[in-house]
């Protein structure tokens, strides 16, 4: 039971590029969450999703796009990379309002 | 909008001495409160949560919903205990959209 895992671990773009984090959960839940965890800044919900095919805004959302096209997998998308989202990007989930599961994290640099 | 406030960033205390992680929250209605803990470069994990009023690792925490806070304590800390700690709240904001709100998070060092 790997809970939720999230790919790359570590990754390095230059301005201008797009990429695509990966998470997946094998928990069976209906709730996704991505947040980016900045120095000072805590934890901030980029976007989340309550259930397959559906998504929706969090606190700070310029400059991504997610997908939920299966329930288990949910996908966070930079189209173009700037040096302000260099971060570490953290996924997690969740049943209703039990507690959230986290990965491990990506660091991702954009220089 | 519900919001989150530990104020103190950096917390740094004696091994044995008591420990307390302070966390207020703003929201008019009845939230759920967390406290998660950040190991140095692990994944958040849930350390407890109000509703269950569970001891976790000598940690407890107390919803005083007088004062709007759930501070974190431990009367004897450990080295092993320093990390980063999180208060967190969630609320159902429309329907059945639970939400987490996240405060800035304290760093505590505990010194041998």
């Known amino acids: 039971n790997a809970g939720v895992t999230q790919t790359p671990k570590f990754r390095v773009l230059k301005t201008g590029q797009s990429m695509t984090l990966l998470c997946a959960q094998d928990?069976?839940?209906?709730?996704m969450y991505w947040y980016r965890q900045d120095p000072g800044m805590g934890l901030r919900l980029i976007h989340y999703?309550?259930?397959?095919?559906?998504?929706a805004k969090g606190e700070v959302p310029d400059g991504y796009n997610v997908s939920r096209l299966k329930k288990q997998n949910f996908l966070l998308g930079l189209e173009s990379a700037a040096p302000s989202q260099t971060s570490v990007y953290f996924c997690?989930?969740?049943?209703?309002?039990?507690?959230?599961?986290f990965g491990d994290g990506t660091r991702l640099s954009i220089l | 909008a519900q919001r989150v406030t530990q104020p103190e960033k950096l917390l740094s205390v004696f091994k044995g001495a008591p420990v307390e992680l302070k966390c207020n929250y703003s929201?008019?209605?009845?939230?759920?409160l967390f406290w998660y803990v950040q190991y140095s470069r692990q994944r958040l994990q849930l350390l407890l949560r109000?509703?269950s009023r569970e001891s976790i690792k000598g940690f407890t925490a107390d919803l005083n919903k007088g004062e709007t806070s759930f501070h974190l304590k431990k009367p004897f800390a450990q080295e092993e205990d320093s990390a980063m700690y999180y208060c967190?709240?969630?609320?159902?904001?429309?329907?059945?959209?639970?939400?987490?709100?996240f405060g800035k998070g304290t760093l505590l060092t505990v010194n041998p």
């Open positions: 999703s309550v259930g397959e095919g559906t998504t």
């Open positions: 929201y008019s209605g009845s939230p759920e």
């Open positions: 109000h509703i």
């Open positions: 967190a709240l969630t609320v159902s904001s429309g329907g059945s959209n639970y939400k987490l709100t």
């Open positions: 928990m069976n839940h209906e709730y």
């Open positions: 997690a989930s969740s049943q209703l309002a039990e507690a959230q599961h």
